[in-house]
């Protein structure tokens, strides 16, 4: 299957049985990103992380006694 990374838009072959490429043909709304944009977006996030201005906002969930 061929493949386009969303941010770099380079073209790749992902094997056809592959669980990803599973999820690209059954659910439109997932996106393929190469491995190099992967790698260099978790890099920039842990040293966005490290400055300590980094904030996440996540929902508080709350527990139902129920």
């Not at 049985?17 to 709304?29: F, G, Q, T, V």
């Not at 996106?31 to 996540?58: P, S, V, W």
Request: net charge neutral; charged share 40%; aromatic share 6%.
């Amino acid at each position: 299957m061929k493949v386009k990374c969303v941010i770099c838009d380079q073209i790749e072959d992902i094997p056809d049985d592959s669980p990803e490429a599973k999820k690209l043909r059954n659910r439109p709304i997932h996106t393929y990103m190469c491995d190099a944009c992967k790698q260099r977006i978790e890099e920039r996030t842990n040293e966005r992380i490290a400055t300590g201005n980094f904030h996440l906002y996540r929902t508080i969930k709350k527990e139902d006694d129920w």
